[in-house]
T-cell receptor
Framework: KAGVTQTPRYLIKTRGQQVTLSCSPI?????VSWYQQTPGQGLQFLFE???????NKGNFPGRFSGRQFSNSRSEMNVSTLELGDSALYLCASSWDLSNTIYFGEGSWLTVV | DQQVKQNSPSLSVQEGRISILNCDYTNSMFDYFLWYKKYPAEGPTFLIS?????DKNEDGRFTVFLNKSAKHLSLHIVPSQPGDSAVYFCAASEGNTPLVFGKGTRLSVIA
């Protein structure tokens, strides 16, 4: 069974640009959540989607947004990038809301 | 305010000995707890979980203990192996709310 797939794995962007990250969940999983990991801050929850609806949202500014498609695939977007947005962005999927979640390998974003 | 705390940023253990990783939480409504392991440049991997109705769960070399009165859980790895060297995160949730993670403990198993 294929795991959670995230693309791209690595990317470098300039301040002020925007970025879109993609996530394909484990087959059959209906819930997708996104986390940001920065050094010393652990994993910070961004948002969670279930059946194309955002069910939970973390404490991040409106520059961070996401969506889920009918096939459960998800994207997250960060607009007007700031240096502090440099982080590992992790997508995770689960069969139901906030059950045991399974992570992808992450997308490393560097903002310069 | 951190709801899940891992107070030891790092831990070193000799190969073959027991590794004990600790986690404290403040929200008494948490009812589901998990441990994840993370290698560099990879996403976290689910290790083991425990429901609040239990106080112990085992899976091979890994055992999680939950002390609800102390709001404390621990992960025991016996025997520790060099391949166990990684960052370990504990996480907790209340009902269908998103998992809340600790900041992690880096385990080094020395051969």
């Amino acid at each position: 069974k294929a795991g959670v797939t995230q693309t791209p794995r690595y990317l470098i962007k300039t301040r002020g640009q925007q970025v879109t990250l993609s996530c394909s969940p484990i087959s059959g999983h209906r819930s997708v959540s996104w986390y940001q990991q920065t050094p010393g801050q652990g994993l910070q929850f961004l948002f969670e989607y279930f059946s194309e609806t955002q069910r939970n949202k973390g404490n991040f500014p409106g520059r961070f947004s996401g969506r889920q498609f009918s096939n459960s695939r998800s994207e997250m977007n960060v607009s007007t990038l700031e240096l502090g947005d440099s982080a590992l962005y992790l997508c995770a999927s689960s069969w139901d809301l906030s059950n045991t979640i399974y992570f992808g390998e992450g997308s490393w974003l560097t903002v310069v | 305010d951190q709801q899940v705390k891992q107070n030891s940023p790092s831990l070193s253990v000799q190969e073959g000995r027991i590794s004990i990783l600790n986690c404290d939480y403040t929200n008494s409504m948490f009812d589901y707890f998990l441990w994840y392991k993370k290698y560099p440049a990879e996403g976290p991997t689910f290790l083991i979980s425990i429901s609040s109705i239990k106080d112990k769960n085992e899976d091979g070399r890994f055992t999680v203990f939950l002390n609800k009165s102390a709001k404390h859980l621990s992960l025991h790895i016996v025997p520790s192996q060099p391949g166990d060297s990684a960052v370990y995160f504990c996480a907790a949730s209340e009902g269908n709310t998103p998992l809340v993670f600790g900041k992690g403990t880096r385990l080094s198993v020395i051969a």
